[in-house]
């Protein structure tokens, strides 16, 4: 168990519909990361946030956003459902940006399905 | 942006034998190399990981290498057991404003044969 929480764990929806996926960080870490995993694309890095502010983004649709709240946790929402956005999402956690400490522990993710 | 290549895709091992999986990445700056385990139905687990001021790293059965002139870097178990069957994952971190994003390899799905 890596610490770090993922809710929730499956996800059924319809083309066009909105959803959130939540993650809760291991304690004591600031940095939330967001990965989307596919069959066809593979592990692929959407966007960090730290302490609240977004670090960095990557290849994030605009239909998605993200924020990280003052507790650390942070919500993924998908809007605009299509087919193509079913995958399995993942929140890692990291303690710090730099030096010696910021391995990323993943959470068990989230298996969206679009209908 | 970088870009991480993993081979071979499958793997199969006699119960014993070492394994072995082979990345390169593409951008030289990238400094932090991670390798994660990833068993049906849950999230990937850092079993170990190599910064590149490091050439070689052990941690009990698993091992990794990193050439950085080659831009290579490898994961080695050795006496694998059935419990070591996966899927595993390099990557490589691009340091840069305090991101530490990974970018992945397209993963080794790794069977040990009792």
């Known amino acids: 168990d890596s610490g770090v929480t993922q809710t929730p764990k499956h996800l059924i929806t319809a083309t066009g519909q909105r959803v959130t996926l939540r993650c809760s960080p291991r304690?004591?870490?600031?940095?939330v990361y967001w990965y989307q995993q596919s069959l066809d694309q593979g592990l692929q890095f959407l966007i960090q946030?730290?302490?609240?502010?977004?670090?960095a983004k990557g290849n994030i649709l605009e239909r998605f956003s993200a924020q990280q709240f003052p507790d650390l946790h942070s919500e993924l929402n998908l809007s605009s459902l299509e087919l193509g956005d079913s995958a399995l999402y993942f929140c890692a956690s990291s303690p710090t940006l730099a030096g010696a400490n910021y391995e990323q522990y993943f959470g068990p993710g989230t298996r969206l399905t679009v209908t | 942006g970088e870009n991480v290549e993993q081979h071979p895709s499958t793997l199969s091992v006699q119960e014993g034998d070492s394994a072995v999986i082979k990345c390169t990445y593409s951008?030289?700056?990238?400094?932090?190399f991670p390798w994660y385990k990833q068993e049906l139905g849950k999230g990937p687990q850092l079993i170990i990981d190599?910064?590149?001021?490091?050439g070689e790293k052990k941690d009990q059965r698993i091992a990794v290498t990193l050439n950085k002139t080659a831009k290579h870097f490898s994961l080695h178990i050795t006496e694998t057991q059935p419990e070591d069957s996966a899927v595993y994952f390099c990557a490589a971190s691009l340091s840069g404003a305090g991101s530490y994003q990974l970018t992945f390899g397209k993963g080794t799905k790794l069977s040990v044969i009792p």
């Open positions: 951008d030289s700056a990238s400094n932090y």
């Open positions: 304690s004591g870490d600031l940095s």
């Open positions: 190599i910064r590149s001021n490091v």
């Open positions: 946030y730290y302490n609240g502010e977004e670090r």
